[in-house]
């Protein structure tokens, strides 16, 4: 690292890229482990640091509908949440998607109720892969302000909001070395918001009115979109966003010094035996994990999953395509079934010829404490099991199973 260095915790990280991105208008309502990130940009918007507006409202679905409002009228928007606060969000995510806004949240991840936890999982987050944000995951602290400062960049390419999730207490509250960008720089990154929507007395008109199921003209006699070909288009966004993730990254990259990975980061994995992986800290334990399995003389590498959706496809059948055995680590649950994220890479390497054994290992749900030298057990137990021709697996880390 070089130039502005500072220690400091995740939410000051993505305080700080906030301020950095000259955002204008700031919306949020206190949930552990969340809370400081809004707070400290509220002193800087009170104090006259941060020229802004900062909105306070009663709950967390009125954030979001705050957030709504201000991006269709042209300003840059902020948010964070954690765990209940952004399934309150739940109905205006999908509104914020649908109107194809560029705004960029913060979920500092954590496990949901019931019963109540303030801990770190990624339920929440994965809970709401399907509302139509880019969901991208950081594994330490300069990631989370490289990222947010992307995520601007990004939203606003493809005009999709963005969700850059990190784990609760595990990265949010843990003081690391982070460079700060230089505003000029960052200025030079990422130019003024240009709105695709904007309101205003001269020009009235309506804002998401109930539309019918096929195409229609106006009153102009332009033909307009219907509610499927709507859908359609925030799909296709969702999946061009891939090249404007990776360009974003690379750009990020040559201005900055610092690469996070566009879709995927990998460590040691060119000669590994075996791959590890995960999304965010876990995945960092999980270079860890794979050092401890060299020492004991099993290749192993990890592929760390930056970018939950788009899902990346395409990376991941590369990634994955030598047919190595691959140990999915992840702190969510897709209740009935099995992680998420195994089941999303399961589905990407499907009538690829690619059969590598996949096996799944939830672990860290609540906060419960994932080690190094664990991780490494449950690879030693899982080459045992896929040689014994078990191809399919899941285990819960550390859990008691009566």
């Known amino acids: 690292m070089s130039g502005n260095v500072q220690i400091m915790t995740g939410n000051s990280a993505a305080a700080q890229a906030v301020k950095l991105c000259r955002v204008q208008v ?53 948010t964070s949440t954690s765990s209940h606060g952004l399934l309150y969000m739940h109905e205006q995510l999908h509104w914020a998607a649908g109107s194809r806004l560029p705004i960029v949240m913060c979920c500092v991840n954590r496990g949901v109720g019931a019963p109540w936890s303030i801990f770190n999982d990624q339920q929440d987050s994965i809970a709401q892969r399907d509302t139509g944000w880019i969901q991208i995951y950081c594994r330490d602290n300069q990631e989370i302000l ?37 505003a000029e720089k960052v200025d030079a990154f990422l130019p003024p918001y240009k ?66 990975g566009g879709m995927l980061w990998s460590y040691k994995a060119d000669d590994a035996e075996v791959l590890l992986t995960g999304m965010g800290s876990l995945a960092t334990e999980a270079t860890r994990a794979a050092d401890l399995l060299r020492e004991s003389g099993i290749r192993a590498g990890v592929i760390g999953v930056r970018v939950y959706r788009p899902f990346p496809k395409e990376e991941i059948r590369t990634a994955f395509k030598d047919t190595k055995p691959v140990v999915v680590f992840e702190k969510n649950i897709s ?3 099995e992680g998420a994220l ?61």
């Open 26 to 78: 700031i919306s949020a309502y206190p949930i552990t482990p969340s809370t400081s990130v809004t707070e400290t940009i509220a002193n800087w918007v009170e104090r006259g640091e941060l020229k802004a507006e900062y909105v306070r409202v009663e709950s967390e679905h009125s954030v979001m509908a705050v957030c709504v409002s201000a991006s269709t009228v042209g300003a840059r928007v902020f």
């Open 146 to 182: 490289d990222t947010v400062i992307q995520a601007y960049r990004i939203a606003e390419a493809v005009y999709c909001p963005v969700m850059v999730c990190y784990d609760g207490f595990v990265l949010s509250h843990t003081m690391m070395p982070v460079e700060i960008s230089d």
């Open 195 to 260: 709105p695709h929507t904007l309101l205003s007395p001269e020009d009235p008109r309506n804002i998401n009115p109930v539309i019918f199921p096929w195409q229609r003209r106006d009153a102009e006699g332009v033909l307009r979109d219907g509610y499927m070909d709507m859908r359609w288009k925030l799909q296709h966004a969702l999946e061009q966003a891939r090249d404007v993730i990776v360009r974003t990254s690379q750009d990020y990259a040559a201005q900055f010094g610092r690469d996070q």
């Open 335 to 337: 209740y009935g079934y």
């Open 342 to 402: 195994a089941a999303d890479i399961k589905a990407a390497l499907y009538g690829t010829g690619i059969a590598a054994p996949i096996h799944n290992v939830i672990a860290g749900l609540g906060g419960r404490d994932v080690k190094a030298h664990e991780l490494a057990d449950e690879v030693r137990s899982s080459l045992k099991a896929m040689t014994a021709g078990m191809r399919e697996r899941q285990t819960w880390l550390n859990c008691v199973r009566e």
